[in-house]
């Protein structure tokens, strides 16, 4: 089983709509969350840490649901800069281990 | 402000051929990492580093082996190379702790032909 499941969609949404992706993790010791974005051809960067009561910045929304093992990022009123692939990011303390999910995919058209 | 730098940027090679990718980062970061990017699959870990002198195997650390000699410099070696391992490469670090962002190098750009 992987470590961290992503949909890789692609989700093709017209300019200004909201948008939601979810990640599953497998290992409950996980202790911090990201999500990366990563436009093609380019290294990761990222987006947002993932805080336990949840947190915004802009129009993204990351929640983090420790009980069912899952973190999901909400983008409103998308732009077409959006475009891009998301990844999820998990780390485990314990080993310092920092795994990815495949990515979703996001194509924002006008 | 360099962060993350990966020598080289692209490279060919032949089936059996060795090489070494060079990380290396300005950052005083304890923690470094490979990667490799396939279509479709994401990043999966091919080994680690959480301190100078010390490396740990990743998801697919078979076929690769990996120096951490000095603290700003992390070696991916492919000792005999394969067309499996045609990928993009991303070296990464971060600081020590668990809540701390990953700063990525540009890639480089395998093909083993």
């Known amino acids: 089983r992987k470590e961290v499941e992503q949909d890789p969609g692609p989700f093709n949404v017209p300019e200004g709509a909201t948008v939601a992706f979810n990640c599953t993790y497998s290992n409950s010791a996980s202790q911090s969350f990201f999500w990366y974005r990563q436009d093609c051809r380019k290294e990761p960067k990222l987006l947002m840490s993932?805080?336990?009561s949840g947190n915004e910045d802009g129009r993204f929304t990351a929640q983090l649901n420790r009980a069912s093992q899952y973190i999901s990022l909400l983008i409103r009123d998308s732009k077409l800069s959006d475009s891009a692939t998301y990844l999820c990011v998990v780390n485990s303390i314990t080993f310092n281990k920092f795994y990815f999910g495949s990515g979703t995919k996001l194509n924002v058209k006008p | 402000n360099a962060g993350v730098t990966q020598t080289p940027k692209f490279r060919v090679l032949k089936t059996g051929q060795s090489m070494t990718l060079l990380c290396a980062q300005d950052?005083?970061?304890?923690?470094m990492y490979w990667y490799r990017q396939d279509p479709g699959m994401g990043l999966r870990l091919i080994h680690y580093?959480?301190?100078?002198?010390?490396?740990a195997k990743g998801e697919v650390p078979d076929g690769y082996n990996v120096s951490r000699l000095k603290k700003q410099n992390f070696l991916l070696g492919l000792e005999s190379a394969a067309p499996s391992q045609t990928s993009v490469y991303f070296c990464?670090?971060?600081?020590?702790?668990?809540?701390?962002?990953?700063?990525f190098g540009q890639g480089t750009r395998l093909t083993v032909v």
């Open positions: 950052m005083n970061h304890e923690y």
């Open positions: 993932v805080y336990s």
């Open positions: 580093s959480v301190g100078e002198g010390t490396t």
């Open positions: 990464a670090s971060r600081a020590a702790g668990g809540k701390t962002e990953a700063f």
